[in-house]
């Protein structure tokens, strides 16, 4: 159903909507690309963008991620203006949104997942090759533990060191010295930068499972503000919504976040939803892995009423049905329990340490 909307001509209750996003060229992008679908949704609405913001994840530019301790490294000066009523819904990639939002908040979209696999962008003079062909202890630059601990394990014979920056600046930093023969990226952060053709090899799930959340755009809006959570719902993609619900809680579950490896790879095929949800040690030598599935495929209902807005993980979808999102929520929590069952929880406390040690 397509929410309603006072169609006046210069925005809701004729007041323009305030659109957050942060200073780089991939957020500026991601940003453009949500309200130019919303723009098509409401044509009568006056949409505004307003950049303003570097978030401590883009100021903190010379320590690891997973050493900042921060969990919400590119979302709380978003929030802030969200919360002052600045901005009225910001455009987050979804795997930057911790899965606890603070109180007040929540993701009102999830928008349809680009390809969420990680890509390997290779220093012009190894092009054409892959991972397995690059010499021995060649220099793989990553900024992830998760990206880390999988492909160590997968390819011994190179080594891996962390690259910070924005994607701007990695690729500089990749093309214009010779410290790295590679760097690992998300292809979708690639591609909305129209820089597909620099993707020299796709790490399928076998090499390297992606990130909770990964290739989804995320709108966030405040949780009270109705009209605002009404008018983004539309943007919602049924699919990309369970997969990242069930994603979310399997991480929640687990309690990671940047600071340990927790990999992800998600089906949704046939109204049936299949998890497969990994934890890793930093150096990839120690892992559990396991697959699950439940089905999804539930008529919507109209649910009126307070269970309107059920958020699951943070998330508040209106158009998905209530019990489709509950069972790829409990998916995420029962794939969690398993592997706390087989001894995650020591691997990632190891982890944790080692990290913090670092």
């Not at 699950?292 to 307070?306: L, R």
């Not at 269970?307 to 409990?330: F, K, L, S, Y």
Request: with cysteine; glycine share 8%; hydrophobic share 40%.
């Amino acid at each position: 159903a397509e929410p309603l909307l006072p169609q006046e001509e210069n925005g809701v209750n004729g007041r323009a909507i305030r659109v957050g996003t942060r200073r780089s060229q991939l957020a500026q992008i991601q940003t453009d690309s949500v309200v130019t679908m919303l723009r098509e949704l409401y044509p009568a609405l006056h949409f505004e963008i307003a950049v303003a913001m570097s978030t401590t994840g883009d100021k903190i530019l010379d320590t690891a991620l997973s050493k900042i301790g921060e969990k919400s490294l590119f979302t709380k000066e978003l929030e802030n203006a969200l919360e002052r009523n600045e901005v009225d819904l910001v455009v987050h990639s979804l795997k930057d949104l911790p899965t606890s939002l603070p109180p007040g908040f929540t993701i009102g979209a999830v928008c349809k997942r680009e390809n969420p696999l990680d890509a390997v962008v290779f220093h012009p003079k190894n092009c054409g090759k892959t991972l397995s062909l690059l010499p021995e202890k060649s220099v793989i630059g990553t900024s992830s533990l998760r990206r880390a601990a999988q492909l160590k394990k997968k390819f011994p014979h190179l080594e891996f060191k962390d690259i910070r920056g924005n994607l701007n600046t990695r690729l500089k930093k990749l093309d214009e010295k010779e410290d790295f023969s590679a760097i690992i990226l998300a292809a979708a952060g690639l591609k909305r930068m129209g820089w597909e053709n620099r993707i020299g090899q796709l790490l399928g799930p076998e090499d390297c499972m992606y990130a909770v959340g990964q290739g989804a755009l995320a709108v966030e809006v405040r949780a009270k503000d109705q009209e605002i959570l009404n008018m983004v719902s539309a943007l919602h993609d049924a699919d990309t919504v369970l997969c990242c619900i069930a994603e979310r809680a399997f991480m929640k579950s687990l309690e990671g976040g940047c600071s340990v490896p927790v990999a992800v790879s998600t089906l949704l095929k046939d109204g049936q939803l299949y998890l497969t949800g990994a934890v890793y040690s930093l150096d990839g030598s120690d892992s559990l892995k396991e697959t699950m599935q439940t089905s999804v495929s539930y008529p919507h209902q109209n649910e009126d009423g307070p269970n309107d807005d059920v958020q699951h993980v943070g998330i508040t979808a209106r158009n998905v049905p209530g019990q489709a999102q509950e069972a790829a929520e409990n998916l995420g929590v029962k794939l969690a329990s398993l592997l706390l069952s087989k001894g995650a929880r020591h691997i990632l406390s190891v982890a944790r340490q080692l990290n913090d040690a670092r």
